[in-house]
C-alpha cells in the first residue's frame, strides 16, 4: 500500500472518529505535563541542589560564649556524626567595601570612575573559610593566585542606585579580569569586624570600628553567579590568607599590638579558643542533627547555615516535584485508556470495511499501519499545540524572570533542556498510538475478508 494511499484513508476517517476531540486534549495535557511542569521542576531542583552542595550551605558558626572552644572541645564536635571538618575564622566575614577606583595597566578606567562617582559603587567581600574553596569559569581561582587578589561574579552588579534589584543591566564579569579594585571600607568611614571574649563564667562579642585604610585588589578570575549559592551579584571572594593580612592590617592601625594579650581584642586575636569556628557538615539533610548534638555539648551554635535560601523555594521545589509526578502519569495513562477504547472502538465499527480492504488485497500489515497514521495525525496535532502552548509559557515566564529580582533566575529555564524534554513529548506522541494498535492488533488479525458482506 502506498504512503499516498495510506494518508488518505487515514485522513478521511479520523475526522469521523468521535473521540478525537479527547484525544487531542489529553495529548495537549500530556506535552506539557512532560516538558513545561517538568521544565521547572528540574531548573528549581537543580538551583535547591546547587545550594545545598555549597560549603557555606553546609556550614554551622559556633562560637565561644558559653565555653571556650578548647582543643578538646573542637575533637568532641569533629567526632560528631556527619561532621566533615571544624575551621576556624581566619580572615574576614564580611565586609562592605566601596570602590574608590577601578584600574588596569594603562592607570584608571575612566569610563567605570565615571560610573563610580555617580552611582556609588560597592562590593560585599568575604574571605574563604578554611577548607572552603571556589572554583572559577574563567580566569584564575584563589589557590593559584597570590595575596590581594580577589575573583567577582559572572554577573557582576556593584551599584547602590536601586530600590528593587529589577531589570539590572549585569556587567560580564570576565571582562574585569585583570583589572583592579581600589576599595575602602564602609566609604572610608570605619572598618567593622566582631571580636568575641570571655570571662570565666560567660561570654559574648563586641564590634570594634577601626580607621578604614584603602586595599588593592586584582580581579583574577570570575565565579558563576548562582541565585542560591555562591553570595550574590555583588559579592566578591579573597582567600583565606587576604582576609588574614586584611584583619591584622586593621587591627594594628587601630592601635592594637597584636602580639600583647593586654586587651580584649587583643587577647581574641592570639587565642584559637576565643576565635568563630563553622562546622561544615557532609550533607544539608544532616544539619538538624549535627545541631542538635553541638547544642548537647552546652556550645553555642548557630541553628542556620551560613548562606541561608527562602523556605518558600524548598517548598516550591517539593510542589513542583509532587505536581510533575501527578501530571504526568494522569494524563499519560487516560490517553493509553481512551486511546485503546478508541482502537477497539473502531475495530468493531469498521469490521466490513477492513474485511474489504483484505478483501482487495490489503495486508494486516498495510491496515496496521493506516490505523496507526490515523492516531498519529491527532496524537501530533495535540502535541503540536500542547508544544507551542509550553513553548510560548516558558518564553514569557523567562522573559519575566531574566527582567525581574536577581533571586527570581533561578527560575529561568534552560532552553536546551526544555527542547529535550519536547523531544521525549514528541516520541511518547508516537509512541503511545503504535503501543496501543499493537495491543489491539489480535483483534485485527482475526477479521477476514468475509467480514466485508457481514457487516453490509
Known amino acids: 500500500m502506498k504512503l499516498t494511499n495510506i494518508r488518505f484513508f487515514a485522513t478521511a476517517n479520523s475526522k469521523g472518529n468521535s473521540k478525537n476531540s479527547i484525544i487531542k486534549v489529553l495529548m495537549i495535557l500530556l506535552v506539557t505535563s512532560v516538558s513545561l511542569i517538568p521544565s521547572f521542576t528540574l531548573t528549581v531542583a537543580s538551583a535547591v541542589n546547587e545550594y545545598k552542595n555549597d560549603f557555606r550551605a553546609r556550614c554551622l558558626e559556633l562560637d565561644p560564649w558559653l565555653k571556650e572552644l578548647t582543643d578538646d572541645i573542637l575533637d568532641s564536635v569533629r567526632n560528631i556524626n556527619h561532621v566533615q571538618e571544624v575551621d576556624m575564622l581566619k580572615g574576614m566575614r564580611s565586609q562592605l567595601f566601596s570602590i574608590n577606583q577601578v ?248 469490521r466490513g470495511e477492513i474485511g474489504l480492504m483484505k478483501a482487495v488485497g490489503y495486508s494486516d500489515k498495510n491496515i496496521f499501519f493506516c490505523l496507526c497514521y490515523e492516531q498519529l495525525i491527532v496524537t501530533l496535532k495535540g502535541f503540536f499545540v500542547g508544544g507551542i502552548i509550553s513553548l510560548i509559557l516558558i518564553a514569557i515566564s523567562n522573559f519575566y524572570n531574566n527582567h525581574s529580582s536577581y533571586v527570581n533566575r533561578l527560575y529561568i529555564v534552560d532552553w536546551s533542556g526544555f527542547l529535550t524534554l519536547l523531544s521525549i513529548s514528541l516520541a511518547v506522541s508516537v509512541v503511545i498510538p503504535v503501543v496501543c494498535q499493537l495491543i489491539a492488533l489480535k483483534r485485527l488479525t482475526k477479521i477476514e475478508p468475509k467480514d466485508a458482506m457481514n457487516n453490509m
Open 103 to 350: 584600574t588596569d595597566n594603562n592607570g584608571i578606567c575612566e569610563e567605570w570612575q565615571k560610573e563610580i562617582e555617580e552611582r556609588n559603587a560597592a562590593v560585599q567581600a568575604l574571605s574563604l573559610i578554611g577548607s572552603e574553596k571556589m572554583s572559577v569559569i574563567a580566569g584564575k581561582d584563589l589557590d593559584e593566585s597570590p595575596s590581594f587578589c580577589c575573583i567577582i561574579p559572572s554577573l557582576f552588579y556593584p551599584f547602590e542606585d536601586t530600590e528593587n534589584y529589577n531589570n539590572l543591566e549585569y556587567i560580564d564579569g570576565e571582562s574585569l579580569i585583570g583589572k583592579t579594585l581600589t576599595v575602602t571600607a564602609n566609604d572610608g568611614e570605619y572598618y567593622e569586624t566582631l571580636y568575641n571574649y570571655f570571662d570565666g563564667e560567660q561570654g559574648g562579642n563586641e564590634w570594634i570600628r577601626p580607621a578604614a585604610l584603602e586595599y588593592k585588589l586584582k580581579i583574577v578570575g570570575v565565579y558563576y553567579a548562582s541565585p542560591t549559592a555562591n553570595g550574590y551579584f555583588d559579592s566578591i571572594y579573597v582567600s583565606e590568607e587576604t582576609g588574614r593580612l586584611i584583619q591584622e592590617t586593621e587591627l594594628e592601625a587601630g592601635g592594637y599590638d597584636l602580639n600583647s594579650d593586654e586587651t580584649l581584642v587583643e587577647k581574641w586575636w592570639n587565642t584559637p579558643s576565643l576565635r568563630t569556628h563553622y562546622v561544615i557538615v557532609d550533607d544539608y539533610d544532616n544539619i538538624p542533627y549535627v545541631y542538635n548534638e553541638i547544642s548537647k555539648l552546652g556550645l553555642v551554635c548557630a541553628d542556620n547555615p551560613e548562606l541561608g535560601i527562602k523556605e518558600s523555594v524548598l517548598i516550591i521545589s517539593k510542589i513542583l516535584s509532587v505536581a510533575s509526578v501527578i501530571l504526568l502519569i494522569a494524563p499519560s495513562v487516560l490517553l493509553v485508556i481512551v486511546l485503546i477504547q478508541s482502537t477497539v472502538s473502531n475495530l468493531k465499527k469498521r
